[in-house]
């Protein structure tokens, strides 16, 4: 191959490099920079009360772990006051009670966890793997939202799952125990 070839090679391979790198750049500059997006880095909703750019009243992360539809459920999550006043946020879901919870200024209440707060909702309406339609309030600004609802499938989420209550027998109804077998 002679010299004249290689240096028209070459000069390809610089063309086509610089030629690459402006579309690369050019392409980088219209996509927007996602570490600067919002998200919720694990299973659960989030929620901003005054609007999806208002991130001073809001829910993070949140989701319910419950053994069943019409069962109770362990409420995990987060709850962040980034405002100079204490607020109250409560948690409303089709069929169960609405939990009240109190959050100081500039304070996040940490929901199910060893050290934060154990909130239960008295019924899910909802059967695990499926979402409620909550509404998370605060003062008079509330926002709907898909609560996703768990159950104790995942190893992270058993530990969460409501303690059964050992239901009563009905009043008036004899105890069975074994009756002695027949002796010949």
Do not use: W
């Amino acid at each position: 191959m002679s010299r004249r070839a290689t240096a028209v090679r070459g000069a390809r391979t610089i063309a086509l490099a610089a030629v690459s790198a402006t579309g690369a750049l050019l392409l980088a500059a219209c996509s927007p920079t996602t570490t600067d997006l919002n998200y919720d880095p694990s299973d659960g909703a989030g929620v901003s009360v005054l609007g999806e750019e208002n991130r001073d009243l809001r829910g993070i992360n949140l989701m319910v772990v419950s053994a069943a539809e019409g069962e109770a459920g362990s409420v995990l999550g987060a709850l962040a006051n980034k405002t100079p006043d204490d607020a109250s946020f409560t948690l409303q879901a089709p069929g169960a009670s609405p939990i009240t919870l109190e959050v100081p200024a500039g304070d996040t209440v940490y929901l199910g966890t060893e050290t934060g707060e154990a909130v239960l909702l008295d019924t899910v309406g909802a059967a695990p793997g499926n979402y409620l339609d909550a509404v998370l309030t605060v003062g008079s600004d509330s926002k709907e939202f898909q609560l996703p609802v768990f159950d104790g499938t995942l190893p992270e989420y058993a530990d969460h799952l409501p303690s059964a209550v050992a239901s009563p027998s009905p009043a008036g109804s004899p105890a069975t125990s074994p009756s002695p077998s027949p002796t010949e």
